[in-house]
C-alpha cells in the first residue's frame, strides 16, 4: 500500500523533496560509467568527426543493426501507408485533422505601424528553412504532435530521425504517418547520434536551424548539449501526472478510485522516473487509490496519495509543482483552471483522460516536465518561426528622436553610439 500524506501538515523540506524531480540526463552515474552527459558527449564527438560513418557504426552498437541506406524513400512511405490496415490509417487522419484544427489558431502576425511621425517599426514572422523532428522508436503520435504545428508554421524542409527496428526498418505505422505528413526526409537513425547529425549535419543528412520532439535520456542529454549550436523546442524528462480529484456529480467514489487507479496507470507505464500524484479531498478515495496500487507498479516510479482539506493550499502547491498533465476532476474545475499559473496541459473533468491528448483530441503532447512549465508551455506551431523586428526614420523622426538616444547613450558611457546620432542631426542642418 502506498502511503497516504496530508498535504497541510508537510513540512517545508518534505514538500521540497515532492516538488523536486531527477534530471536522468545530467546527474547519477551507472556503476564505474561516466556521467550520461559525458557519454553523450563522445557520441555527439564521433559523429561530428566521422558522419555517416560513425552513425552507421553506432546504430549497430546501440540498436543491432548494420544500415546500408540511412534514408527512407517517400516510395517506400507511400508503400507502407497504402499496405496499412484501413483503421489505422483513418486513425493517423483523424489525429491529424484534430491537431491541425488546434493549432491553425496558434499563428504570430507580421505588423507595421507608425509610432510617432516620422518612425515606422515593424515585425516579420518568419518560418524556419530547415527543422529536424525526433520520434522515439514506433509512436507516430510524436511524428504528428510534432510534423504538424511545423508544417502549419511554413517550414519547408523537414528532416525526421527515428530508430530502426531489430529487421533494420523503420516501423510501417510511422513511415505510414510520414507518408501522411509528406515528410520528404526520413531516416532511421536514433539516439543521441541522430541529435548529433541533425545538429552538425553528415554526408546524407543536412543541418537543421531547429531540432524538436521527445526522446530518452540519451537524446535529451544531446538536445542539451547542442542547444546554441542550433535551437531546441524543450527537454522533456520523464512523464509525469498530477490529478486532483474532487466531488463529481454523477459518478460516486468508488468509480472516481477505479478512474484514479486507471489514470496514474496510465503514466507510470511510461516507465522508469515516470511520477504519478494523486491529491484529493475525499479520505475514502485516497484510501482506495492507496491500497489499490501495486508495489511493481510503482518501483523505480514517484508515486504519492496526498490527501487536503483547503484548496487554497492544494492550489500552491499544483503551482509549484508545475506538471506536465494536471487532471482536474471536480464539479468546480472551471474555477481551478482559472488559478492555474503552471502546468503543460490540463484535462478538465473526468472524461477528459489524459490519454485522449496523447493521441487525438488536438492538443499537443510535447510538453515541458520536471517543472519546466513554471517558464515554458508544450510545443506550437510559434516554435517553428521567429520574429525579425525592422525600422524607418525619417530627417523628421530622428530629429524628435534623437535627444532621447543621445542622453541615453552618454549616460551609458556610449560615446560613439551618441555620435554616430550627432553625426546625422548635423548632416540634416547643413
Given at each position: ?9 508537510l ?11 531527477p ?7 551507472y556503476?564505474?560509467?561516466p ?18 560513418a ?7 552498437r ?14 517506400a512511405?507511400?508503400r507502407?501507408?497504402?499496405?496499412l ?14 491537431i ?33 523532428l ?11 504532435m510534432?510534423?504538424?504545428?511545423a508544417r502549419?508554421?511554413?517550414v ?8 530502426p ?7 510501417q ?12 526526409e526520413?531516416y ?6 541522430a541529435?548529433a ?18 526522446g530518452?535520456?540519451?537524446?535529451t542529454?544531446a ?5 546554441g ?13 498530477l ?6 456529480a454523477?459518478l ?9 487507479l ?34 511493481d ?27 506536465e498533465h494536471?487532471?482536474?476532476?471536480s ?31 488536438g492538443?499537443?503532447h ?16 510559434r ?6 523586428s ?7 523622426g ?23 546620432i ?9
Open positions: 500500500m502506498t502511503d497516504i500524506v496530508q498535504l497541510e501538515s513540512s517545508e523540506a518534505e514538500k521540497g523533496r515532492l516538488l523536486s524531480r534530471v536522468p540526463w545530467d546527474v547519477g552515474t556503476g564505474d560509467m556521467l550520461l552527459s559525458d557519454q553523450v558527449a563522445e557520441i555527439l564527438a564521433e559523429v561530428r568527426r566521422r558522419g555517416d560513425a552513425l552507421r557504426e553506432l546504430t549497430e546501440f540498436d543491432g543493426v548494420r544500415l546500408n541506406d540511412l534514408r527512407v524513400s517517400q516510395e512511405q507511400r507502407a501507408l497504402q499496405a490496415d484501413p483503421e489505422l490509417q483513418a486513425a493517423l487522419e483523424t489525429a491529424k485533422r484534430q491541425e484544427r488546434f493549432h491553425e489558431h496558434q499563428h504570430l502576425s507580421s505588423y507595421h505601424l507608425e509610432v510617432a511621425p516620422g518612425s515606422e517599426l515593424g515585425q516579420l514572422v518568419k518560418p524556419f528553412r530547415r527543422v529536424g525526433y520520434v522515439p522508436r514506433n509512436l507516430p503520435s510524436s511524428l504528428l510534432a510534423a504538424v504545428p502549419l508554421a511554413g519547408a524542409e523537414l528532416a525526421v530521425c527515428t530508430p527496428g531489430p529487421d533494420g526498418r523503420i516501423p505505422i510511422v513511415q505510414a504517418a510520414a507518408a501522411l505528413l509528406e515528410i520528404n526520413l532511421a537513425v536514433g539516439g543521441a547520434q541529435i547529425a541533425l545538429a552538425y549535419g553528415t554526408e546524407s543528412i543536412g543541418r537543421v536551424q531547429k531540432i524538436a520532439g521527445p530518452n535520456a540519451y537524446v542529454a538536445k542539451a548539449l547542442v542547444q549550436e542550433v535551437g531546441i523546442d524543450l527537454l522533456a524528462g520523464p512523464s509525469e501526472i490529478l486532483i480529484v474532487d466531488r463529481v454523477k460516486s467514489e468508488a468509480t472516481l478510485a477505479r478512474w484514479s486507471s489514470e496514474l496507470r496510465a503514466q507510470l507505464e511510461h516507465g522508469s522516473g515516470s511520477s504519478a500524484l494523486l491529491l484529493t479531498s475525499l479520505p475514502k478515495l485516497a484510501r482506495e487509490v492507496a491500497q489499490g496500487l501495486d508495489p507498479e510503482v518501483r523505480d516510479r514517484q508515486v504519492t496519495v496526498l490527501h487536503y482539506q483547503k484548496q487554497p493550499v492544494a492550489l500552491d502547491f499544483v503551482n509549484a509543482y508545475a506538471p494536471l487532471c482536474l476532476w464539479d468546480g474545475a472551471e474555477h481551478w483552471l482559472e488559478q492555474i499559473e503552471n502546468a503543460g496541459s490540463v484535462f478538465l473533468g473526468p472524461w477528459s483522460p489524459v490519454a485522449l491528448g496523447d493521441y487525438a483530441s492538443t499537443n510535447i510538453l515541458p516536465t520536471a517543472g519546466r512549465a513554471r517558464f515554458g508551455g508544450g510545443l506550437s506551431v516554435d517553428f518561426v521567429k520574429t525579425i525592422y525600422q524607418r526614420v525619417s530627417p523628421q530622428l530629429q524628435a528622436l534623437a535627444p532621447t538616444a543621445i542622453a541615453l547613450a552618454q549616460a551609458e558611457g556610449m560615446r560613439a553610439h551618441a555620435a554616430s550627432r553625426m546625422r542631426l548635423q548632416e540634416e542642418g547643413r
